[in-house]
């Protein structure tokens, strides 16, 4: 499976973005779904993960309550929707897919990668 993420920019902090992730190839319907981040200095931290379906989520605790995960099935596209934006939430967002049942924080698992959108988030 390919991976394309968008959407990213600078905003400012207490802003919102939403970045977008197309999937193309040997996509399958119980693929997982994850976004990743690197900020400068830092390693690659998950952010959050879907199920195709929908129907099983996971968030990072510094993430939980202002970014929400989401899927368009028919449009094979997963979207990170980030508001109350901070200074610490500014990064390379990756997108991933694993085939796992559910999502899963352990970057390792996660097989397929995109080529990263990068988000500032100035103070």
């Known amino acids: 499976v390919q991976l394309q993420a968008s959407g990213g920019g600078l905003v400012q902090a207490g802003g919102s973005l939403r970045l977008s992730c197309a999937a193309s190839?040997?996509?399958?319907?119980?693929?997982?779904m994850a976004w990743f981040r690197q900020a400068p200095g830092k390693e690659r931290e998950f952010v959050a993960g879907?199920?195709?379906?929908?129907?099983?989520?996971l968030y990072a605790d510094s993430v939980q309550g202002r970014f929400n995960i989401a899927t368009d099935n028919a449009k094979k596209t997963v979207y990170l929707q980030m508001n109350s934006l901070k200074p610490d939430d500014t990064g390379v967002y990756y997108c991933?897919?694993?085939?796992?049942?559910?999502?899963?924080?352990?970057?390792?698992?996660?097989?397929?990668w995109g080529q990263g959108t990068l988000v500032t988030v100035s103070s």
């Open positions: 991933a897919a694993s085939t796992l049942s559910r999502p899963t924080m352990i970057r390792s698992r996660y097989r397929n």
């Open positions: 879907i199920s195709w379906s929908g129907g099983s989520t």
């Open positions: 190839g040997r996509t399958h319907t119980n693929y997982i």
